[in-house]
């Protein structure tokens, strides 16, 4: 309880006998200590909802079998980084499933239709005719382009304003002790032009320079642990974007992309043109 009336009346004994320069860089430590604390506690929040809302997304998506399967329940995660990345990758496909469709012409057997040993082929009535929508590969790169994108855009959104919290670790000391210097130097060159070299003349001045050096170190010292912290937490964040992204755009090549061999496709386009002519004869 006495340390702290102590050190406040030391801090106001220093900034009262401090130059002009050091309440200079005493003023400028504080606004950056202010951005510094603002940063702090905005990313802190955000990142506690990111990691929350990561977490629900991840089991609603691992419960699902459809890679749009969310998009179509209009669920929401807000503050998620994957749920945006899902979402753009989402809309995307849908642009392509839309746009640029690939129909998948198959057979199937009706649902409750069982056809007895060796009747297949007196029982081909029984087959029915079953088309899939798909993309072609050259939509999914540009799907898969897409997913890159929002993955490098929620990275940098993680990131933002961390630039401010590695300026006060790097340049708050450096800082406080361009003003420790100046008002040494001051008040040397003060002792110099009285021609006094007591100490009650120069206690004054060099506790008012050291003010300077202790701001400097108060601004550095949380916002070193909070961006060492900060910095762990997006690496870890960002490294599940990227699996998340790279599980995704398999999902997607795995139930919406056409990947038949050339040989199959040529034939299902000449099957889908004779068609054509064959409706066209008909009218």
Do not use: C
């Amino acid at each position: 309880m006495l340390i702290q009336p102590m050190f406040a009346n030391a801090a106001v004994f220093a900034i009262k006998n401090a130059t002009v320069e050091g309440q200079i860089t005493v003023i400028v430590l504080l606004l950056l200590s202010l951005f510094s604390w603002t940063i702090i506690l905005t990313k802190f929040r955000q990142l506690l909802i990111a990691r929350a809302a990561t977490k629900k997304f991840f089991d609603a998506y691992t419960a699902t079998r459809d890679p749009l399967d969310i998009q179509r329940k209009s669920e929401e995660f807000d503050g998620a980084p994957a749920y945006q990345l899902y979402i753009r990758g989402a809309d995307e496909l849908v642009y392509h499933l839309k746009n640029n469709p690939v129909v998948v012409s198959g057979r199937s057997r009706p649902e409750g239709i069982t056809l007895p040993p060796g009747a297949a082929g007196e029982h081909t009535d029984f087959l029915a005719k079953s088309n899939a929508t798909k993309i072609s590969v050259a939509s999914f790169d540009a799907v898969r382009v897409t997913l890159e994108e929002a993955a490098g855009a929620e990275a940098m959104g993680l990131e933002k304003g961390m630039i401010v919290l590695s300026t006060a670790v790097a340049g708050g000391p450096f800082i406080g002790l361009l003003g420790t210097v100046w008002g040494v130097m001051s008040t040397f060159a003060s002792i110099a032009e009285n021609n006094s070299a007591s100490l009650t003349t120069m206690a004054p001045g060099v506790a008012a320079a050291l003010v300077a050096t202790v701001t400097g170190l108060l601004v550095a010292i949380p916002a070193m642990f909070a961006y060492n912290f900060m910095v762990t937490t997006i690496r870890a964040i960002t490294q599940e974007l990227d699996g998340f992204a790279t599980r995704y755009a398999t999902q997607i090549e795995h139930v919406y992309v056409d990947n038949r061999p050339l040989a199959e496709e040529i034939r299902s386009a000449n099957e889908a043109l004779a068609g054509r002519i064959v409706e066209g004869l008909r009218v």
